[in-house]
């Protein structure tokens, strides 16, 4: 019988017990020293991990030392310090109320190190991968926090380090690396979930989006339906909650200020406050800003005196934060994140970078499909996952951004399409185009359109699919951010939408879930007449109209404070009767 293994019952429910309530523990600890028979074991549980090759490559230093201690804690603290300093506003605010070791409030440490060289050459598997020595002393670290958690005692891993600097300062041989630094002792209780979902930092992933069957992306569990991410996210897009939405309206109402004084700001509010289905919303914050990267066939077409390398250059100019979104997001405080959802050039790996290419660009839409279907499909993917996994990193409003080099013409034939209007109405100057090359630009998005007619809305029957329009016009950043709003949505966060390339991914979105509107919010409007069009289409109102036409997420960011000081005061503005003010007859 398959189950003549099987542990009985309450001894499984064990294993899955210990699994489910282990936790990293930062608070809460007891002075009571860790009795040597019960650190004997959880050592043992640790020397028992799995390893390549069988090579065993951990070993554990136990300190209980405390001036040893207090140099470790001054290294901790001092790069806890540097990790601080670089953090954006909110994330700044939000880390400085977490604890990130318990280095000197616990008993005893353990470090957990890695010998890479122990066996010789052959070790078997490690071979190839030389990693696998490493790997193998993070098992012998879980093991040893599971069996620490049976045993009622709380671990800490510390990984504020430099580690040449740790493992010097603990006076490691030169061959040894240190894998982990653990804080164990006694504590007063366990949390049910992880501080730093408790404390809003970050999120669980739901492990639905974890499992994939046979193929990569095919997300779903074994014995379910694989999940369609896509039609998921449409279909949890719902209208906004009416109830808060009047409860928001009342409490403005309420607020200690003439009625109505605060104009389009009492609509964000409730707006914000619909989304959340709560009144107040929680505050917009932390943000970050996305900001999608992709080439275009259509440049071909001679649309803009700039060459297509600049779309990798600015990539890298967003990158080492010298563009202007980086300045603005530094002044709202909000967190920069670049995605290569389709940029010609090969870019280099570096922090801050999501590699996502779907091709090197798109074709050229005069001359056919600027993408496959497929390709649309997958961009909308890309961003809609990194929606989600902003979110789940913690993220509480997310912002648009996009850098394409010929991405304007993209966006006004994207916006024809989607609203039916003139060419000549829509498309724009983008970064200041002559006469010559403005009235080119308008013809190309003209013959794209007239190519492409049987998949317009405007003219096709039934209603065209919007996915082939996008796929028909589009870049690949018009894709990803389509689906980048279609997943704030889906979760209910705001999405502070940039120019006219997001407005024309907003309009992709509404086609495919007409209530995704509801968590948008019209950043700014720009100077390219295309989006004025689309923002009256999506019924949203700019908050700012300062004659930008830079793109990147710059007027977005600028419209961040707008938005969080609009969730502010409808949380914080105390009310007449609260405050005991006279209200106006
Ligand atoms: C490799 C690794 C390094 C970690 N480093 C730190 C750290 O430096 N400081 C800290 O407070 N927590 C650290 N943690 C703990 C994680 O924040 C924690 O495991 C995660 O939030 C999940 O919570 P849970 O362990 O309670 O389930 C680390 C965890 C791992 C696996």
Same mark, same amino acid.
């Given at each position: ?24 523990? @930062? ?136 580690? @040449? ?5 603990? %006076? ?46 095919? @997300?779903?569990?074994? %014995? ?97 934060? %010298? ?175 940039? %120019? ?86």
């Amino acid at each position: 019988m398959p189950d003549d293994h099987r542990y009985p019952d309450e001894q499984r429910e064990a294993v899955y017990r210990v699994i489910a309530e282990r936790r990293d523990v @930062r608070q809460g600890f007891l002075p009571d020293p860790v009795p040597a028979d019960v650190l004997g074991r959880v050592l043992t549980a640790a020397h028992k991990a799995p390893s390549v090759g069988l090579s065993q490559p951990w070993d554990f230093l136990v300190l209980t030392d405390r001036s040893r201690r207090e140099q470790i804690a001054a290294l901790a603290r001092r790069h806890r310090d540097e990790y601080a300093a670089g953090l954006p506003g909110a994330r700044a605010r939000a880390f400085d109320r977490l604890k990130i070791e318990s280095i000197l409030d616990t008993p005893v440490n353990i470090v957990v190190t890695c010998d890479r060289t122990r066996g010789g050459r052959h070790t078997l598997g490690r071979h190839v991968q030389p990693q696998t020595a490493e790997f193998s002393s993070v098992l012998a670290v879980a093991n040893l926090w599971l069996a620490a958690r049976a045993e009622g005692l709380g671990v800490g891993w510390v990984s504020f380090f430099d580690e @040449r600097e740790l493992a010097a300062q603990l %006076g490691l041989p030169a061959h040894l690396e240190v894998i982990a630094y653990l804080c164990l002792g006694y504590v007063t209780g366990f949390a049910p979930e992880p501080e730093l979902a408790t404390a809003g930092w970050a999120r669980r992933r739901p492990v639905s989006w974890a499992v994939h069957a046979e193929e990569f992306g095919r @997300r779903g569990l074994p %014995g379910e339906e694989p999940v369609d991410p896509l039609a998921d996210v449409i279909a949890a897009i719902a209208p906004p909650d009416a109830a808060a939405m009047t409860a928001a309206l009342e409490r403005q109402d309420r607020m200690t200020k003439p009625r109505g004084s605060l104009g389009v700001l009492e609509e964000v509010s409730v707006r914000l406050a619909g989304l959340a289905g709560s009144c107040p919303a929680p505050l917009p914050e932390p943000a970050c800003v996305a900001i999608f990267a992709a080439d275009h066939g259509v440049h071909a077409q001679g649309v803009t005196p700039w060459p297509q390398e600049v779309t990798a250059q600015m990539v890298a100019n967003f990158l080492a934060g %010298g563009a202007v979104v980086n300045a603005f997001a530094a002044q709202v405080g909000a967190e920069v994140t670049v995605v290569d959802v389709g940029v010609a050039g090969s870019l280099d790996p570096v922090p801050g970078l999501l590699p996502r290419k779907i091709a090197p660009g798109t074709a050229d839409f005069t001359e056919g499909p600027a993408m496959t279907r497929e390709q649309a499909t997958a961009a909308l993917m890309v961003g809609l996952e990194i929606a989600r996994d902003l979110v789940a990193a913690g993220n509480r409003c997310l912002v648009t951004g996009d850098m394409g080099i010929a991405n304007t013409t993209a966006s006004a034939a994207l916006i024809c399409a989607f609203t039916g209007a003139d060419p000549a109405e829509a498309t724009g100057r983008g970064t200041g185009i002559d006469a010559v090359t403005y009235a080119r630009k308008v013809d190309v998005v003209c013959r794209g359109l007239a190519r492409h007619r049987p998949v317009l809305p405007v003219v096709s029957e039934p209603a065209a699919d919007p996915v082939d329009v996008l796929a028909a016009f589009g870049g690949f950043e018009h894709a990803a951010l389509a689906g980048f709003i279609l997943g704030a949505a889906a979760l209910r966060v705001p999405v502070i939408l940039d %120019g006219v390339i997001s407005g024309a991914a907003a309009l992709a979105a509404a086609a495919m879930a007409p209530d995704v509107t509801a968590a948008c919010i019209a950043g700014h409007r720009s100077v390219e007449p295309g989006h004025a069009i689309a923002l009256s289409q999506l019924g949203l109102t700019p908050l700012v109209d300062l004659g930008l036409r830079l793109g990147e997420g710059t007027g977005a960011l600028l419209a961040l404070p707008l938005v969080q000081s609009a969730a502010r005061a409808l949380r914080d503005v105390a009310t007449f009767d609260s405050a005991g003010v006279t209200e106006k007859p």
